[in-house]
T-cell receptor
């Protein structure tokens, strides 16, 4: 079965600093990978996704992520963080389980931005 | 602007009471997921449906939880009887799958916050 690990539970960065959130996945075949963001009291919003092709994917709000098959990673990056980026970020993988596929989430990384 | 709609947004109830949460998926989506989010467990998949048929409900406590899709515009998650440990935020999400492959993103509702006293 597929799984996702987000090793950092909580990260604090200064506004304007760069950001990298780590995500490692476990899946036997080519995965479909996602990053979602959740603001307090809200549902999850898709930032970006990787299905195939270019391993560097661009998303909304200035985020990007790079798929590295050799490292089983899909880290999320942003060159300059804004205070409004403070939220919880979830990495997710879709795997095929027989006749169906489902989305499995990591435990999330809470991002705090200091001014 | 298409969105997944969940009701109620907030529910406070007493232990032993029945709770029903409802979800209206985005029109045209053929797959609906129910997730539960708690501080301790994070996002847990409870059940999901494809073309209204249940595909996997292994994440759901069978003795008290039930999930149904009476029609394409409504998914329900019922807890009977409810217990304090069921307190969580329950999210519904919908998407379109071609065969077993997701062809886009999952859209999430804003969640139903359940508190069982």
């Amino acid at each position: 079965a597929q799984s996702v690990t987000q090793p950092d539970i909580h990260i604090t960065v200064s506004e304007g600093a760069s950001l990298e959130l780590r995500c490692n996945y476990s899946y036997g075949a080519t995965p479909y990978l996602f990053w979602y963001v959740q603001s307090p009291g809200q549902g999850l919003q898709l930032l970006l996704k990787y299905f195939s092709g270019d391993t560097l994917v661009q998303g909304i709000k200035g985020f990007e992520a790079e798929f590295k098959r050799s490292q089983s990673s899909f880290n999320l990056r942003k060159p300059s963080v804004h205070w409004s980026d403070a939220a919880e970020y979830f990495c997710a993988v879709v795997g095929n389980t027989g006749t169906a596929s489902k989305l499995t989430f990591g435990t999330g990384t809470r991002l705090q931005v200091t001014l | 602007d298409a969105r997944v709609t969940q009701t109620p947004r907030d529910k406070v109830t007493e232990m032993g009471q029945e709770v029903t949460m409802r979800c209206q998926p985005i029109l045209g989506h053929n797959t609906v997921f129910w997730y539960r989010q708690t501080m301790m467990q994070g996002l847990e998949l409870l059940a999901y449906f494809r073309n209204r048929a249940p595909l996997d409900d292994s994440g759901m406590p069978k003795d008290r939880f039930s999930a149904e899709m009476p029609d394409a515009t409504l998914a329900t998650l019922k807890i009977q009887p409810s217990e304090p440990r069921d307190s969580a935020v329950y999210f519904c999400a919908s998407g379109f799958f071609s065969g077993s492959v997701i062809t886009g993103e999952l859209f999430f509702g804003e969640g139903s916050r359940l508190t069982v006293l």
